[in-house]
């Protein structure tokens, strides 16, 4: 059993890089403090040979040309740890969370997938620079040898079982990562490398370091073994960017967007996952609340921090960054933030990949990205509650609807189209549904809003109907229906009527002559029609709702 460890060397350089890709030929050192005593807690190679130096002041690191200071972002840390959890559990379920910089893997069973143990470990290192990730890999079958490898040594490292010592043998010692006090005694005696470790006596050494000095003497030994603690796999993919300066403009905005979602959808094809939904979160730079009606103790300049929040809901799981940063440009347009952005932080709700198969007698269709971004176009033109599907509210309400998001019912269409298909194998009878279903069925055309009528009744009973200049008799009315409702908010109280109404010739004659756009849907040129009336109670007034068909 083999065991590949993944190391990232001078982590806290590459979580601001992997943000800025442009810094990665670049000489980088990393400050942290209070201002003004900023110093420097990290630098990358390319620093370290012009001469920066670990806490040396930020006035000093500034000297020196060609070096590109930035501020540590704990966010970028965090979420380029998970980035590396990505790229393990990207090759084996079983992976070890070993310390922010590092990660093992369990290469069991791998080799019908990918390969040689060679091959697997040159494929996490293609896989991580996807990921911006730039990793030292090592692969043997004891676990702290291959961690200590991988701290130690560049590039791919594959150790043979039986020479874990003579391989470790030249390592520094403080690769081991020692107590300071333990690092400053072995220094004292001399004792820089692996090997001088592991040369000296375990008794004598045991009694001047305890127990600390017999693990370290095993660790350089490569004899300690362990078990692997598995780490349980998230589904938790968040991306965050802290900005040094406030930024106002979209252009500016979209530019960081776009490289946040960039690393997120990596992460996701890394996991063969997509995003169902994406949430954007903006920390505001702090400004007056002018908008909010503060009540009258309190300070009406106090400065407030906010937030600012977009949900993309996307129809099918997605993980194409290029779309999704349209979409997210477009509902930024139609709403952007009330003040400068200080901080985005990005998550996505992971779904499986969408898998679609086409059938022969499906009618053709738009690809949902597509028919999304349309959406997305249409919806920062009319706003949000003005496109969509009207979906029938839970509510006696007459004409009741509210707006809600295209969606693909795929797995609808293929519920109906078996339905279909096992119609027309069964045989048909009376009381069948292929019989009901080939019954012709009234349709009704409602009028949006609904227009005013003048009725006249009988014995309680509608006799007479005008409306739009158009006289008939009632000769058959069933009603009333009585409705009314949500007293609390928009109350509502109707009785309504299905009437059947005859015109007379001469009303025929004026609907015939009439260039009132509203008269061929009320009445398509027949004598007779099937009409639904109604009387307003709260109006004190007749309306016509519509006609059946």
Known sequence: MSFAAIHIPDFIVQAVVRGEVALRERAVAIVEGTPPLWSVVAANRRAAQVGIELGMAKSQAAQFTGVEIRHRS????????EALLDL??????????????????????????????EKIAHELAKRGFVLGLSARIAVAENIEVAILAARGLPGVTLIPPGEEAERLRALP??????????????????????????????????????????????????????????????????????????????????????????QLCERLAARSLSARSIR???????????????????DQHKLLPRKFEKILALPVPMRDSKLLLKLARLRLQSDPPPAAVLKIALSAEADRV???????????????????????????LVGDANVGSPQLMDTHRPD?????????????????????IALREKPVGKNSSAARMAKPANGFRLLRPSAP????????????????????????????????????????????????????????????????????SLNPGSERGLYLIYYDLRQQGWFLRGMYD
């Open 173 to 262: 010692v403080h690769t081991l990562l020692p107590a300071p006090e333990i690092l400053e005694t072995l220094t004292r005696w001399g004792v820089e490398t692996y090997g001088r470790l592991a040369a000296l006596p375990v008794i004598q050494l045991s009694e001047r370091l305890g127990q600390e000095g017999v693990r370290l003497h095993t660790l350089a030994r490569g004899a300690l073994v362990r078990s692997l603690a598995l780490a349980k796999p998230s589904d938790n993919f968040q991306e965050e960017m802290e900005l040094d300066d406030s930024v106002e403009e979209l252009e500016s905005l979209s530019f960081v967007l776009g490289r946040l979602l960039d």
């Open 280 to 298: 954007m979160e903006f920390e505001l730079e702090r400004s007056f609340e002018k908008g909010l009606q503060l009540s009258a103790h309190a």
């Open 88 to 117: 393990g559990w990207s090759v084996s379920p079983r992976a070890e969370d070993s310390a922010p910089d590092t990660i093992v893997l369990d290469l069991a069973g791998l080799s019908g997938l990918f390969g040689t143990e």
């Open 354 to 380: 969408r898998t679609t198969q086409h059938g022969l007698f499906l009618p053709a269709s738009p690809e949902p990205e597509k028919l999304e971004l349309t959406m997305a176009r249409l919806a920062n």
């Open 400 to 420: 009741a609807i509210r707006m809600e998001r295209f969606r693909l019912a795929q797995e609808a269409v293929g519920g109906r189209r078996k339905k279909l």
């Open 453 to 520: 009528a003048r009725v006249e009744l009988r014995d309680g009973l509608p006799t007479r109907v005008f409306f739009h200049g158009v006289r008939g008799e009632i000769v058959a009315a069933s009603g009333p229906w009585r409705t009314s409702g949500e007293w609390w908010q928009d109350p509502w109280d109707q009785a309504e009527w299905d009437v059947e109404v005859r015109f007379s010739s001469s009303a025929q004659k004026n609907k015939r002559s009439s260039n009132s756009p509203s008269n061929p």
């Open 74 to 81: 704990p966010t970028q840390e965090k979420t380029t740890h």
